[in-house]
């Protein structure tokens, strides 16, 4: 059983940054891999980025490629969601999920088990 508690979402005009921080309870963190997916009113929930266990492999939507970058601490059962030139629209509630997705599923939902409340991002233009 693994819980996840996302934080550092907020308010940033376009062009700023933000980083998103989940925290994981559970002794196994380390063998998860996690993602983000963020959701935007009336749209469905989509994925953002995802890291390997090790922190080896990475995945990106290329809407947020060259912008965002996850990261993981293993040691401090956190991975993260550093977001530079944000543009508005990347404004949605961000999700953090924890799962063992096979490759064709690590950009899905149905890829992961676990997921965060959910912490909500803001961009003003």
């Known amino acids: 059983q693994v819980q996840l508690v996302e934080s550092g979402g907020g308010s940033v005009q376009a062009g700023g940054s933000l980083r998103l921080s989940c925290a994981a309870s559970?002794?196994?963190?380390?063998?998860?891999?996690m993602g983000w997916f963020r959701q935007a009113p009336g749209k469905e929930r989509e994925f953002v980025a995802a890291?390997?266990?090790?922190?080896?492999?990475?995945y990106y939507a290329d809407s947020v490629k060259g912008r965002f970058t996850i990261s993981r601490d293993n040691a401090k059962n956190t991975v993260y969601l550093q977001m530079n030139s944000l543009k508005p629209e990347d404004m949605a509630v961000y999700y953090c999920a924890a799962g063992f997705p096979g490759r064709s599923f690590v950009a899905t939902s149905m890829g992961y088990d676990y997921w965060g409340q959910g912490t909500q991002v803001t961009v003003s233009s």
């Open positions: 890291i390997r266990w090790s922190g080896g492999s990475t």
């Open positions: 559970g002794r196994t963190f380390s063998s998860y891999a």
